[in-house]
């Protein structure tokens, strides 16, 4: 991925996010690679879920995230 200078400015969180996942990211200045920012080698990816997500690991109505969600708005319509 590349980001400008001005992206990194503005945009740090987003583009640590992007490194996190494992994605290096190209930093430009005037259109010309200066830096580039790359993950920490021998550092695990975090993959910690949203702790609300758990609460519907048991239930039965929501295997299926696509039907469940389609049953919701069956109605709307």
Do not use: Q
């Amino acid at each position: 991925m590349n980001a400008t200078a001005k992206d990194l400015r503005f945009h740090s969180r987003e583009l640590l996010d992007t490194v996190s996942r494992g994605e290096e990211v190209v930093i430009t200045y005037r259109g010309k690679p200066c830096a580039k920012l790359v993950p920490i080698a021998g550092r695990e990816k975090s993959t910690t879920a949203n702790p609300l997500f758990g609460i519907w690991k048991d239930d039965d109505e929501s295997r299926n995230v696509d039907d469940y969600v389609r049953n919701l708005r069956k109605g709307r319509f």
